[in-house]
């Protein structure tokens, strides 16, 4: 059964500073990696997504890695902002893309002014 | 933008009753999901649905819940008889086939009392 971890579980940076959170899964055949934000009490937002086949994708001041073979996503975070406060998931799929998604449990992201 | 929509945000219902929750998927999407997320707990999986039918269920997928396309735009999950730990927040995404990348609803978030 896979189960994704998230390292630290929560994190307090002050504004600029450039992070990285990390993601872990236990079973390295999946097809694709999704890291979502989430803010409190509300909705999960698709930040990026990485195909098994990639190994990394980019998104404005969000850089996503995968290294399918040990079981690693990072997601970094460049010159962070008081507006990037909020929960960041990771979740991977198996089999094809239209399985279902194994959430971890996130990391708490502040970003103190 | 295309987003997944889901009604009500907020549903209160006492134990045994039955709900329905309703979500409208972006239009030329094709997989359906329901996941759900206690309080503080991680996301989880509950049913994915294609072509009118279910693809894959989890295990709290029981003979109490069910879900339905009833017409072209609508997809909804109905609980028939609520129990206080059904209390949660219910998420619907979507995923068009052939991109894979889940879209998720903002959410429905039913407290059972």
């Known amino acids: 059964k896979q189960e994704v971890t998230q390292i630290p579980a929560a994190l307090s940076v002050p504004e600029g500073e450039n992070l990285v959170l990390n993601c872990s899964f236990t079973d390295s055949a999946i097809y694709n990696l999704q890291w979502f934000r989430q803010d409190p009490g509300k909705g999960l937002t698709s930040l990026l997504l990485i195909q098994s086949s990639q190994r990394e994708q980019t998104s404005g001041r969000l850089n996503a890695s995968l290294d399918k073979s040990s079981g690693r996503s990072t997601l970094y975070i460049a010159a962070s902002q008081p507006g990037d406060s909020a929960t960041y998931l990771c979740?991977?799929?198996?089999?094809?893309?239209?399985?279902?998604?194994?959430f971890g449990k996130g990391t708490r992201l502040s970003v103190i002014a | 933008e295309p987003e997944v929509t889901q009604t009500p945000s907020h549903q209160v219902t006492q134990m045994g009753q039955e709900v329905i929750l309703r979500c409208v998927p972006i239009?030329?999407?094709?997989?359906f999901y329901w996941y759900r997320q206690i309080l503080g707990q991680k996301v989880e999986f509950l049913v994915s649905f294609y072509n009118n039918e279910i693809s894959e269920k989890s295990e709290i997928f029981d003979d109490q819940f069910s879900v339905e396309r009833p017409d072209g735009s609508n997809f909804t999950l109905k609980i028939r008889s609520t129990k206080l730990e059904d209390s949660a927040m219910y998420f619907c995404?979507?995923?068009?086939?052939?991109?894979?990348?889940?879209?998720f609803g903002p959410g429905t978030r039913l407290t059972v009392t």
């Open positions: 239009s030329n999407h094709l997989y």
């Open positions: 979740a991977v799929s198996h089999y094809s893309g239209n399985t279902p998604l194994v």
């Open positions: 995404a979507s995923t068009h086939r052939g991109l894979y990348e889940q879209y």
